[in-house]
């Protein structure tokens, strides 16, 4: 069984880990012990666990999985030159990691929360000889797509990477509408995961507008609903939204 060495022990480390446990032997570099006993724990399967200081990466499979904040800090305290590093870090330039870390190749993802149910869209950028490598790895966490360009991912993480927390507001907001009306809570969020669930299919098929389209009956409740989300800005917000991220992912 090949090996995954994770640097870095939080969410999105362990959300991969839990995709990846069933194909890959894992091992995962955290500052405290107790930390990484706490991982193993979640993960339910037993793990190498090493501290940072000192950790020598040599030719390793590296899942970097830390703040981007945090580049310089770590980078000073790991020893040998890895085979390749794959980033899951925000905005974190190829350059910036090169000139951080010392590895052979370096590949940039940027998954997602639904990593923990294997149904993450990953995107992916960088040394092109990894990119079979990358779609099979990351793909193990959900599905995946190689782009081009830096930029590209930049723009991506701020439509995936970001977007359950978009989605989740979304999701919360509408339920508190059905409450303000009346429903039960109980009832409003039972209701509302079953349409995320049932959406989260068509959407597969069906493009947006036709899908829009096939719900709205002429002078009834969709269209006087949608007038309110149109009249909230909603469209432009969502597009700001993606803008703002976008501009962040280039500022870290
Ligand atoms: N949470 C999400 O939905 C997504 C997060 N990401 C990226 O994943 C990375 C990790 O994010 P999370 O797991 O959510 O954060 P987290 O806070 O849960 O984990 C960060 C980990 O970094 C390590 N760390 C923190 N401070 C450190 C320091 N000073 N020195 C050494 N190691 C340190 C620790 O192992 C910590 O557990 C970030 O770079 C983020 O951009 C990417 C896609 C989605
Ligand atoms: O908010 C962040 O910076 C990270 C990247 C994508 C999701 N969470």
Same mark, same amino acid.
């Given at each position: !069984? ?7 022990? @939080? ?10 446990? /069933?194909?890959? &032997?894992?091992?995962?570099?955290? #500052?405290? %012990?107790?930390?990484? &006993? ?14 940072? *200081? ?12 830390? /703040? ?27 350059? &910036?990691?090169? +000139? ?9 993802? !940027?998954?997602? %929360?639904?990593?923990?149910?294997? #149904? ?6 960088? =040394? $092109? ?8 790895? %990351? ?5 995946? #797509? ?28 509408? +339920? *508190? ?5 009346? %429903?039960?809570? *109980? =009832?409003?969020?039972?209701?509302? #995961? @079953?349409?995320?669930? @049932?959406?989260?299919?068509? $959407? ?8 829009? *389209? ?6 009834? +409740? +969709? ?30």
């Amino acid at each position: !069984m090949k090996t995954i060495t994770f640097i870095g022990n @939080g969410n999105m480390a362990l959300s991969i880990a839990q995709g990846l446990k /069933k194909n890959y &032997k894992i091992e995962v570099v955290g #500052r405290s %012990l107790e930390k990484l &006993k706490k991982f193993e724990e979640k993960l339910g399967v037993e793990i190498e666990k090493h501290i940072m *200081d000192g950790f020598h990466m040599q030719d390793k499979t590296v899942l970097l999985c830390v /703040k981007p904040a945090n580049v310089q800090e770590v980078s000073k305290l790991l020893q040998g030159q890895a085979r390749v590093i794959f980033s899951v870090l925000a905005g974190t330039s190829l350059e &910036k990691l090169r +000139t951080n870390f010392n590895t052979q190749a370096v590949v940039r993802t !940027m998954p997602n %929360l639904a990593a923990s149910v294997n #149904r993450s869209m990953t995107t992916l950028t960088g =040394d $092109i000889n990894f990119q079979e490598e990358a779609k099979e790895l %990351l793909g193990a966490i959900g599905s995946t #797509r190689w782009l081009s360009s830096e930029k590209e991912i930049d723009i991506a993480t701020g439509l995936a990477g970001s977007g359950p927390a978009y989605l989740a507001l979304i999701a919360e907001a509408l +339920t *508190d509408g059905a409450v303000k009306q009346g %429903l039960k809570r *109980d =009832d409003a969020m039972a209701i509302m #995961r @079953g349409l995320f669930g @049932g959406f989260g299919e068509l $959407i597969q098929d069906i493009h947006p507008a036709l899908l829009k *389209d096939g719900v709205m009956s002429p002078g009834g +409740t +969709t269209a006087a609903g949608y007038g309110a989300l149109e009249d909230g800005n909603v469209r432009s917000a969502c597009m700001d939204a993606i803008e703002q991220a976008y501009k962040r992912a280039k500022e870290l």
